[in-house]
């Protein structure tokens, strides 16, 4: 086994304690373009890709995707065009203000990916976990985002934003 094949799978070892020890459920997958990939998932469902491109060994990648259901992609059809504009503003704004990278904001909106990524020498358990929770969020984001916009559900007290006088 050579120096980068060690490396590579104490990386894995390391993310996959560290995840576990969070409480993240995982499974491994398999990707022609990753060294390895595991599917974090949380109590809630929310789940997570984390893996090693083969060509970039040094980068480890963080990616999650939120499904827009039909039937809520059927109401924001519905809705008129200045108005399917402001809540798609308002979302890459928000994401953009979570520091995360995102595609699928669109008219229409089936799918929105989230992603992360972390470079090996600033690679803590910290920072890893930071990185990796700030795309849980961005997820839980996009649903309260779609949640709030299109069913009218408030967004809960404790997580609403902050208001300025």
Known sequence: MTDTEKNVDGTREKIQNWLMGEGWTL????HPDLAWLIRAQDAGGRRILVGQNKQRPDLIHLEARVDISE???QKFALQAAERRS???WRLRFRLLEMNVDFAGITDPMATVILTQRIYLDGMTRDAFMQRFLRVRNAVIAVIWSVLQDLEGVE???ESAPAKVH
């Open 27 to 30: 499974a491994e997958q398999s």
């Open 71 to 73: 039937e809520h992609q």
């Open 86 to 88: 402001e809540v798609l």
């Open 155 to 157: 967004v809960p007290a």
